[in-house]
């Protein structure tokens, strides 16, 4: 018996067939797949917190309410909602800490980055996490201490998974985000995805998963989420979503789900989605959006990436001055350099002009193409290193 190599081993724009989207997202939903849901509202798969509490008070029936979970997220839908997933006191007081945060911001003159609408547009707060864990203990404890939270992660990414959180307010006026993917491989431009083999394409949303609780009832022309549910399933998606008629596929097929406040709503980081338009007028759309991350997403050894640059860069020049080929000197820096932008401090490292920021490979690189001297090189690693910093 032969086997062939597949001709999708690797995935670009021209792979994409609208087509193959547009039929896996006339998909539809039974009810009789997630027995204790209590509702699929626009192939969105709801779960009301109160009434699934006795059941995952106990083990089997917490088991079996994941498994439905992570059916959703990866064969189904793509999107569950839990509704009353935080409650109200402790809501109103994260709510109050995040509007400080902001008003803070705003005192000192701090312009926020985003990731996939005009910087400035939005009110946000990067790293709210920690943020609030420092500045409110009690209620950081409060609020995180959500049962739904837990489920929904420990579902999808297992035990000892880590979240990470950014508060977003759209504001009455604003404009919807153009749709797309998540992290990792959603942060991406076209070409730094495509040397990403196929299988990594398929791995990168069994990474993370993406969450967002509604800080305010929002009304659908706030402009909660737009959605595409079953969009996940499309293996070339990564690089899917800046097509034309990608786009025009979305708008004219996605949903919006109304929330009310302590709504909380999960999906695959690889479901096609994008905030919408806020068409009201005293609507502040807030939503604290939850970054959740496997615990097996980093290397095995502590590596001192910084110590390493700084030896290895002096060497890395006697190369380039001997003749060697940019290829082979990017091989060495590879090795050596961290390659990936995140994690980082997104207050003092932001998106702005980008979907992310340099790495040190990067700057690294540039040292080489520029001719930096070590001193040079160091005092911008230096600066790379307090930026990442979060304090």
């Given amino acids: 018996m032969t086997t062939t190599v597949s001709s999708r081993s690797y995935f670009s724009p021209d792979d994409v067939d609208v087509r193959e989207l547009a039929e896996l997202i006339a998909t539809r939903t039974s009810a009789g797949t997630y027995p204790h849901a209590s509702a699929i509202v626009q192939e969105v798969v709801v779960y009301e917190m109160a009434t699934i509490a006795p059941v995952i008070a106990t083990p089997t029936g917490r088991r079996a309410v994941m498994t439905e979970i992570a059916h959703a997220l990866r064969v189904g839908p793509g999107v569950v909602a839990l509704q009353g997933a935080v409650t109200t006191d402790v ?29 400035g547009a939005n009110d946000r707060v990067w790293n709210a996490l920690e943020k609030l864990a420092v500045a409110e203990p009690e209620v950081f404890v409060d609020y995180y201490a959500s049962d739904a939270i837990a489920l929904a992660a420990t579902a999808w990414l297992g035990p000892s998974y880590q979240i990470s959180s950014q508060v977003n307010v759209v504001k009455p006026g604003g404009i919807a985000q153009s749709p797309h993917r998540d992290y990792h ?22 990474l993370t998963l993406q969450g967002a609780v509604a800080h305010v009832d929002m009304p659908v022309e706030s402009g909660p989420t737009k959605l595409l549910p079953h969009s996940q399933k ?19 097929r996605c949903i919006q789900l109304p929330l009310r406040a302590g709504d909380a709503v999960f999906f695959n980081p690889a479901l096609f989605h994008a905030a919408g338009s806020n068409h009201t007028i005293d609507v502040r759309r807030m939503a604290n959006l939850l970054q959740i991350s496997s615990a097996f997403g980093r290397s095995m050894e502590a590596v001192d990436r910084t110590r ?17 080929d940019e290829a ?50 160091d005092e911008a690693l230096i600066a790379l290193d307090e930026r990442r910093r979060t304090t």
């Fill in 308 to 324: 390493m640059m700084r030896a290895v860069y002096p060497a890395l020049i006697a190369r380039q001055a001997a003749g060697w």
């Fill in 91 to 119: 809501l109103d007081r994260a709510t109050a800490a995040f509007e400080w945060m902001i008003a803070e911001q705003h005192q000192s003159g701090a312009r926020s980055g985003d990731h996939f609408a005009t910087a």
């Fill in 328 to 377: 082979a000197l990017h091989r060495a820096v590879a090795a050596a350099a961290e390659g990936y932008a995140f994690p980082t401090n997104l207050d003092r490292d932001p998106p702005i002009g980008g979907l992310a920021p340099a790495s040190q490979a990067d700057i690294v690189r540039q040292a080489l193409a520029d001719r930096w001297t070590p001193v040079q090189l």
């Fill in 185 to 206: 491989l959603g942060f991406m431009t076209d070409a730094q995805a495509e040397p990403f083999p196929a299988h990594a394409h398929l791995v990168s949303s069994m």
């Fill in 234 to 252: 499309l293996p070339a998606g990564y690089v899917a979503w800046r097509r034309p008629d990608v786009i025009e596929l979305f708008e004219q």
